[in-house]
């Protein structure tokens, strides 16, 4: 059965962190780039972070040096580490293969950042 299963998010205050976690089908993790997304309201879902099969990862501009993101092979797992928040970090999250060639998405995790 496919699955992406978000959690974690939440409340946080500006420069505040949270962690998310993704739990993905074997079909959707094994073999495959993962990557995290997010979709702020108003606005088109956009790719935020990468983590290779190699375990290296990629960041796009406006998060790099503040998120990680990482994955458990053992268990179908990839997180996202989110440290120095923004208001502008706020947006439902999605977890996916990088790309997301299946155009499948779970129900992602709402992130609010505010005072």
């Known amino acids: 059965q496919v699955h992406l299963v978000e959690s974690g998010g939440g409340l946080v205050q500006p420069a505040g962190s949270l962690r998310l976690s993704c739990a993905a089908s074997?079909?959707?993790?094994?073999?495959?780039?993962m990557g995290w997304y997010r979709q702020a309201p108003g606005k088109a879902r956009v790719w935020i972070a990468t983590v290779f099969l190699s375990g290296e990862t990629n960041y796009a501009a406006e998060v790099k040096g503040r998120f990680t993101i990482s994955r458990d092979n053992d268990n179908n797992m990839v997180y996202l580490q989110m440290n120095s928040l923004e208001p502008e970090d706020t947006a439902v999250y999605y977890c996916?293969?990088?790309?997301?060639?299946?155009?499948?998405w779970g129900q992602g995790t709402q992130v609010t950042v505010s005072s």
């Open positions: 996916n293969t990088s790309p997301p060639w299946a155009k499948y």
């Open positions: 074997e079909d959707l993790f094994v073999g495959k780039d």
